[in-house]
């Protein structure tokens, strides 16, 4: 049997807490673009080594003779996929499916979501962050940056919903 | 007094391990709340289900 998901005031509740226990732990919040950016940057470390250590966008993530996978968001990006496993799990909500509107095919609607992976990578480093380091984090640090960051964030979906609302409900 | 790690409390590769941990707590929490669900998170901005506001408006007030 599916269960009905929780009291989204008292999972917001329990994330400030998570979040607080971070802070207080490791003096970091949460994010995870930059996880990804780490998995790009040893990929081109593993190909081409004297690439990836002069271009000083990859050079950043080199530092400290360590690979750039052992860092505290790698880590934590992989604890929240089990994470979030184990819930689905344990409410029956684990199974294989292309989520998709009325008017798109499983194929198109694959390649939309690599096209918008792409955009929104880009743009997350771009902006220092993604919904969970700027919006989640950083909004409540409550940084001037990540609140701007959060406004355009609604304001781009907000004006672009409509117009693919065949492809998503 | 915290941050701990910062005062020496425990070193890298325990700092790792707490990651994931923390990771655990932060990706269960979301799929409680439906965030694992595609259709549900876009439902905001359709006008149809809030539970996103809600949870990140929730949050920043206790954190």
């Known amino acids: 049997m599916k269960t009905r998901y929780a009291n989204p005031y008292v999972i917001g509740t329990l994330l400030g807490l998570v979040l607080l226990f971070s802070f207080y732990t490791m003096g970091r919040g949460l994010g995870s ?16 080594p004297e690439h990836a250590a002069t271009n000083p966008y990859y050079a950043k993530y080199l530092g400290g003779g360590r ?5 505290w968001l790698v880590f934590l990006t992989l604890g929240a996929g089990l994470g979030g496993l184990f819930s689905a799990f344990i409410s029956n909500r684990v199974k294989g499916e292309i989520v998709r509107g009325p008017n798109i095919g499983a194929g198109a609607r694959l390649w939309l979501a690599l096209f918008g992976g792409i ?15 700027q919006a989640l984090t950083g909004a409540s640090e409550l940084a001037f940056g990540s609140w701007v960051f959060m406004f355009c964030i609604f304001a781009g979906a907000y004006a672009t919903a409509y117009f693919l609302r065949k492809e998503w409900l | 007094m915290g941050p701990l790690y910062k005062f020496g409390w425990f070193d890298f ?38 539970a996103v506001l809600k949870v990140m408006l929730r949050r920043s007030w206790y954190a």
């Open chain 1, 33 to 48: 673009s930059s996880s990804f950016a780490r998995i790009a940057v040893a990929g081109v470390h593993l190909v081409a």
């Open chain 1, 67 to 71: 690979s750039p996978l052992m860092a």
């Open chain 1, 119 to 133: 955009l929104s990578g880009f743009a997350a480093r771009l902006a220092r962050g993604c919904t969970s380091g």
């Open chain 2, 13 to 50: 590769a325990y700092s790792l391990q707490l990651a994931g941990l923390i990771g655990v707590l932060f990706g269960f929490l979301l799929e409680r709340a439906g965030f694992g669900n595609a259709k549900k998170l876009v439902s905001i901005f359709y006008l149809r289900d809030f």
